[in-house]
């Protein structure tokens, strides 16, 4: 390594004479990093492959997609597509249905994991504790096939566990949670955190495990109770993973789970059950609107594009660390 | 150690884009190889191989003289697994489906080929069983110049039945009642069967009917009315079944059955119907909206040996009689992907298939499945119910069959023993009850224009959301029908009624020159 001394350059930073990298030539720094770069090269042909050039097939949107004339071979359309779908009413509901469910999960089903996690952390018996984590881990892995079946049966009016509790207990007449427009939506959610909460401790309780201890042993000389502890030094050290996690869930905004919603969907709540996702496999793959939906889907995206964009934005603006 | 990596590396590369690429072609098709779709139901017992290769594929091979391979397709996800499989450019080179609206689908979507030439090139069998059976054509018919896209065999008379009702005749007798034949005596049998215990339990633990899935379907048929797809034609002016005035009594229908506890209200969340089948099988329920077959009667009979059933072709109303759903005269639409490679060696095999192919397919080999009754010349089972089923599956490779059916068959290959002769009798004496009723439909199928799609997006999720406001009571009947109309001027129902008006006044006369509606009494005769 002869040439290192010949790299370096002085800069001025901050009115003093600095000893910094001298920037090599493009075509320089390409050829000593040849084996890495090609190390780097599969991962960028599975993006350009899976990920960009399918990206082309989002014209059919503007398309008259037929199948047999394949995406380049369809007729243009224009923007009939996008007009037909502003002048839907029906697109107005599923949008509408799809971000009310995604505000209530924001509100409701992303911090569960956060408390869940400081909860977890809290827990004195190591045993115990590492008990409860692998039981809260199971949901995770139950397909929500087998979730709506159990969903259905424990909440059944005339059978469900739920309302033999309600009745014998307290005497409130059976509800039908998942044919009630308002519970059911309560039921969505609900049925989002016992399946997920868990599971989403992972990443918070893997970022309390690197906040520096001494930090609490200086709070409780200073007196500190739990509570202060939680305030002042896990939730503060845990600022960075939530604002991360936020940002990526803000960029699935407008997309529901589409087995959860679809498997917990029924006639009576389709006013507020019918979300984006679901309307583009009725009318879409069962349908053969695929130009229709296909712009149905490129909305979608571009409602997310924007919102993890502005997400981020607004991270920042608030002094933390965004995702780029 | 640099070597090392970079030998990596380029390895790595190599691998990742050769895959790429090879997954991009397949393999060159053989000359004569012919791909067939076929439906998936899970039926292969593991011990028979797979679906794509077992014996009788081999068989098939080599009787039919076709280089065949399968492509399985789920039975209830055609065209889930197809539209990708078509746009990918995997398809079959030969597929079917029981549903003309699903071919309408692909032909509209150009994937079908037209197959007048090549039948009139190639064929020799089908070809003259089309000939002979002209009732199939207009349903073979696609597009605006009428090609045939699409063959087919026409159903024997126990497919062509469909939807049934059935009521407990032991419930009826215990209370005194006669079978329900008009919409009045229903509804009385229906309180009867809710308020007067006839299971004698000594509480109200009864619902009136179950839905063994068709429910709505025969509420559709029976008022003649709330079909999201079926349009009816009075005097040649045709009209959709959610615009006609007898919309009113099938919305009442509904709001009673739920006011009065005819049905359990949980039925919205049983979308597998299995909670219905479980009141059903015990003895919780009066009626059963379902198929022609004995609705799982071995078991009711387990659970309460006192129970009979009696099957009911038509509840009558004051917009006249109508049957429960028969089918149209086509059993299984087969057609031709629109590139497909080898045509000639598809029509063999469907020649074959029509020739002699099916009969062994359904019936297995003479002798060892079957025998054949001597004063009737019917095909008897030899083998038990299962090892019937065990060999069921092989009855999905027939995509064609010109299959006749004889309700003697029931009687001839029941077992000799009291409840599966019993059966046996209430098989047939359902299925003539079935057939007994026409069930009405004026159009040989129903349209399928794009803007007529377009339309049924937007209202029929708005008719779902009245139809249910009126099933909880917080509509009248009256005012529901108000609202149907209103939103189906207001979301352009006007301009597609023309369309189809347009459409119908196209195609009527083609229609009128076959005889597509077939007297299902007659074919009991022959």
Same mark, same amino acid.
Request: no cysteine; hydrophobic share 45%; net charge negative.
């Given at each position: 390594m002869s040439t290192r001394s010949g790299e370096l350059n002085t800069v001025i930073i901050d009115g003093a004479p600095v000893l910094r990298p001298r920037k090599l030539p493009l075509k320089t720094r390409l050829y000593r990093d040849r084996y890495l770069l090609m190390l780097l090269l599969p991962v960028l042909v599975f993006y350009v492959i899976f990920r960009y050039v399918p990206m082309y097939g989002l014209v059919i949107a503007f398309k008259d997609f037929r199948l047999v004339d394949g995406i380049l071979g369809s007729q243009w359309a224009g923007l009939t597509h996008i007009e037909r779908m502003f002048r839907s009413e029906h697109f107005f509901r599923i949008v509408r249905n799809t971000v009310l469910l995604n505000v209530y999960q924001l509100l409701f089903q992303f911090p569960a994991p956060i408390v869940l996690a400081i909860l977890i952390n809290e827990m004195r018996s190591k045993t115990l504790k590492r008990g409860v984590q692998s039981l809260l881990y199971v949901p995770h892995f139950i397909s929500w096939v087998v979730m709506g079946g159990i969903i259905i049966t424990i909440l059944s009016p005339s059978t469900g566990i739920v309302n033999r509790i309600l009745t014998q207990n307290f005497g409130i007449r059976p509800i039908f949670f998942l044919a009630d427009r308002t519970w059911w939506v309560i039921v969505f959610i609900f049925s989002g955190i016992w399946k997920s909460a868990g599971w989403g401790t992972i990443l918070y309780l893997a970022a309390i495990t690197n906040i520096d201890p001494q930090l609490y042993e200086a709070a409780i000389i200073d007196g500190a109770g739990k509570f202060r502890q939680i305030w002042h030094i896990t939730l503060p050290g845990l600022s960075t993973t939530i604002g991360i996690l936020l940002i990526l869930n803000v960029g699935g905004f407008m997309e529901v789970n589409f087995e959860q919603i679809f498997i917990l969907q029924n006639q009576a709540v389709m006013r507020v059950a019918d979300v984006i996702p679901t309307f583009v496999y009725r009318a879409g793959l069962l349908g053969a609107q695929f130009s229709y939906t296909t712009a149905v889907g490129f909305f979608q995206s571009i409602v997310g594009l924007i919102l993890i964009w502005s997400t981020n934005r607004i991270i920042k603006a608030l002094g933390g660390s965004g995702l780029f | 150690m640099r070597r090392i990596i970079a030998l990596t590396a380029i390895t790595m590369l190599i691998v990742s884009t050769v895959s790429v690429f090879a997954a991009g072609r397949g393999e060159a098709a053989r000359d004569d190889a012919v791909s067939v779709m076929v439906f998936e139901r899970?039926?292969?017992?593991?011990?028979? !191989?797979t679906l794509q290769e077992n014996q009788w594929v081999d068989w098939m091979r080599e009787q039919s003289g076709v280089n065949l391979s399968f492509v399985p397709v789920p039975r209830w996800e055609v065209l889930q697994t197809l539209n990708p499989m078509f746009a990918a450019g995997t398809a079959p080179d030969v597929i079917s489906d029981f549903s003309r609206d699903n071919i309408a689908s692909f032909h509209a979507q150009g994937v079908l080929a037209p197959l007048d030439d090549w039948i009139e090139q190639y064929s020799t069998s089908l070809r003259q069983y089309l000939a002979d059976n002209p009732t199939l054509d207009p349903f073979l018919r696609f597009g605006e110049? !009428?090609?045939?896209?699409a063959v087919a065999t026409m159903r024997p008379l126990d497919t062509l039945a469909n939807h049934l009702l059935w009521v407990r005749q032991d419930w009826l007798d215990e209370l005194g009642l006669d079978v329900p034949r008009t919409e009045e005596e229903f509804f009385a049998v229906a309180d009867a069967f809710v308020t007067q215990d006839p299971n004698r339990t000594g509480t109200n633990d009864t619902f009136a009917f179950v839905d063994g899935h068709p429910l709505e379907g025969m509420i559709h048929a029976m008022?003649?009315?709330?079909?999201?797809s079926i349009w009816f034609v009075d005097d040649r002016e045709i009209y959709h079944s959610r615009t006609s005035e007898r919309l009113v009594d099938y919305f009442r229908f509904y709001q009673l059955a739920n006011e009065r506890g005819w049905i359990d209200p949980e039925l919205i969340t049983d979308r597998q119907f299995d909670r219905q089948n479980q009141l059903w099988v015990t003895g919780r329920a009066g009626m059963y909206f379902g198929q022609w077959g004995p609705p799982r009667f071995s078991e009711l009979r387990a659970n309460d040996p006192n129970a009979r059933l009696t099957p009911i072709g038509a509840i009558s109303t004051r917009h006249g009689t109508n049957g429960w759903f028969q089918e149209p005269p086509p059993e299984r639409f087969v057609a031709f992907r629109h590139d497909i490679p080898n045509p000639q060696a598809a029509i063999q095999y469907l020649d074959w298939l029509v020739d002699e192919g099916w009969f062994n397919l359904v019936y297995g080999f003479e002798g060892e499945q079957h025998g054949i009754d001597?004063?009737?010349g019917i095909p008897v089972w030899r083998i038990s119910s299962d090892e019937r089923r065990d060999l069921?599956?092989?009855?999905?490779?027939?995509?064609l069959r010109p299959a006749r059916f004889h309700p003697e068959q029931f009687i001839l290959g029941a077992p000799d023993d009291p409840f599966e002769q019993e059966l046996a009798q209430l098989r047939t004496d359902a299925l003539v009850e079935q057939i007994s009723f026409r069930f009405r439909r004026d159009t040989p199928m129903n349209p399928t224009m794009p803007e007529l799609l377009t339309f049924y997006d937007e209202f029929n999720p708005v008719f779902d959301d009245i139809q249910f406001e009126v099933s909880m009571g917080r509509l009248t009947p009256e005012a529901a029908y108000r609202q149907v109309q209103s939103e189906w001027n207001r979301l352009g129902g006007p301009r597609v009624q023309a369309m189809v008006q347009d459409w119908f006044d196209q195609n009527q006369s083609v229609w009128a020159s076959v005889d597509w509606q077939i007297d299902l009494l007659s074919l009991l005769e022959q």
């Amino acid at each position: 390594m002869s040439t290192r001394s010949g790299e370096l350059n002085t800069v001025i930073i901050d009115g003093a004479p600095v000893l910094r990298p001298r920037k090599l030539p493009l075509k320089t720094r390409l050829y000593r990093d040849r084996y890495l770069l090609m190390l780097l090269l599969p991962v960028l042909v599975f993006y350009v492959i899976f990920r960009y050039v399918p990206m082309y097939g989002l014209v059919i949107a503007f398309k008259d997609f037929r199948l047999v004339d394949g995406i380049l071979g369809s007729q243009w359309a224009g923007l009939t597509h996008i007009e037909r779908m502003f002048r839907s009413e029906h697109f107005f509901r599923i949008v509408r249905n799809t971000v009310l469910l995604n505000v209530y999960q924001l509100l409701f089903q992303f911090p569960a994991p956060i408390v869940l996690a400081i909860l977890i952390n809290e827990m004195r018996s190591k045993t115990l504790k590492r008990g409860v984590q692998s039981l809260l881990y199971v949901p995770h892995f139950i397909s929500w096939v087998v979730m709506g079946g159990i969903i259905i049966t424990i909440l059944s009016p005339s059978t469900g566990i739920v309302n033999r509790i309600l009745t014998q207990n307290f005497g409130i007449r059976p509800i039908f949670f998942l044919a009630d427009r308002t519970w059911w939506v309560i039921v969505f959610i609900f049925s989002g955190i016992w399946k997920s909460a868990g599971w989403g401790t992972i990443l918070y309780l893997a970022a309390i495990t690197n906040i520096d201890p001494q930090l609490y042993e200086a709070a409780i000389i200073d007196g500190a109770g739990k509570f202060r502890q939680i305030w002042h030094i896990t939730l503060p050290g845990l600022s960075t993973t939530i604002g991360i996690l936020l940002i990526l869930n803000v960029g699935g905004f407008m997309e529901v789970n589409f087995e959860q919603i679809f498997i917990l969907q029924n006639q009576a709540v389709m006013r507020v059950a019918d979300v984006i996702p679901t309307f583009v496999y009725r009318a879409g793959l069962l349908g053969a609107q695929f130009s229709y939906t296909t712009a149905v889907g490129f909305f979608q995206s571009i409602v997310g594009l924007i919102l993890i964009w502005s997400t981020n934005r607004i991270i920042k603006a608030l002094g933390g660390s965004g995702l780029f | 150690m640099r070597r090392i990596i970079a030998l990596t590396a380029i390895t790595m590369l190599i691998v990742s884009t050769v895959s790429v690429f090879a997954a991009g072609r397949g393999e060159a098709a053989r000359d004569d190889a012919v791909s067939v779709m076929v439906f998936e139901r899970g039926q292969v017992p593991s011990h028979r !191989g797979t679906l794509q290769e077992n014996q009788w594929v081999d068989w098939m091979r080599e009787q039919s003289g076709v280089n065949l391979s399968f492509v399985p397709v789920p039975r209830w996800e055609v065209l889930q697994t197809l539209n990708p499989m078509f746009a990918a450019g995997t398809a079959p080179d030969v597929i079917s489906d029981f549903s003309r609206d699903n071919i309408a689908s692909f032909h509209a979507q150009g994937v079908l080929a037209p197959l007048d030439d090549w039948i009139e090139q190639y064929s020799t069998s089908l070809r003259q069983y089309l000939a002979d059976n002209p009732t199939l054509d207009p349903f073979l018919r696609f597009g605006e110049d !009428g090609q045939k896209f699409a063959v087919a065999t026409m159903r024997p008379l126990d497919t062509l039945a469909n939807h049934l009702l059935w009521v407990r005749q032991d419930w009826l007798d215990e209370l005194g009642l006669d079978v329900p034949r008009t919409e009045e005596e229903f509804f009385a049998v229906a309180d009867a069967f809710v308020t007067q215990d006839p299971n004698r339990t000594g509480t109200n633990d009864t619902f009136a009917f179950v839905d063994g899935h068709p429910l709505e379907g025969m509420i559709h048929a029976m008022y003649m009315a709330g079909s999201n797809s079926i349009w009816f034609v009075d005097d040649r002016e045709i009209y959709h079944s959610r615009t006609s005035e007898r919309l009113v009594d099938y919305f009442r229908f509904y709001q009673l059955a739920n006011e009065r506890g005819w049905i359990d209200p949980e039925l919205i969340t049983d979308r597998q119907f299995d909670r219905q089948n479980q009141l059903w099988v015990t003895g919780r329920a009066g009626m059963y909206f379902g198929q022609w077959g004995p609705p799982r009667f071995s078991e009711l009979r387990a659970n309460d040996p006192n129970a009979r059933l009696t099957p009911i072709g038509a509840i009558s109303t004051r917009h006249g009689t109508n049957g429960w759903f028969q089918e149209p005269p086509p059993e299984r639409f087969v057609a031709f992907r629109h590139d497909i490679p080898n045509p000639q060696a598809a029509i063999q095999y469907l020649d074959w298939l029509v020739d002699e192919g099916w009969f062994n397919l359904v019936y297995g080999f003479e002798g060892e499945q079957h025998g054949i009754d001597e004063a009737t010349g019917i095909p008897v089972w030899r083998i038990s119910s299962d090892e019937r089923r065990d060999l069921m599956f092989t009855g999905d490779y027939v995509i064609l069959r010109p299959a006749r059916f004889h309700p003697e068959q029931f009687i001839l290959g029941a077992p000799d023993d009291p409840f599966e002769q019993e059966l046996a009798q209430l098989r047939t004496d359902a299925l003539v009850e079935q057939i007994s009723f026409r069930f009405r439909r004026d159009t040989p199928m129903n349209p399928t224009m794009p803007e007529l799609l377009t339309f049924y997006d937007e209202f029929n999720p708005v008719f779902d959301d009245i139809q249910f406001e009126v099933s909880m009571g917080r509509l009248t009947p009256e005012a529901a029908y108000r609202q149907v109309q209103s939103e189906w001027n207001r979301l352009g129902g006007p301009r597609v009624q023309a369309m189809v008006q347009d459409w119908f006044d196209q195609n009527q006369s083609v229609w009128a020159s076959v005889d597509w509606q077939i007297d299902l009494l007659s074919l009991l005769e022959q």
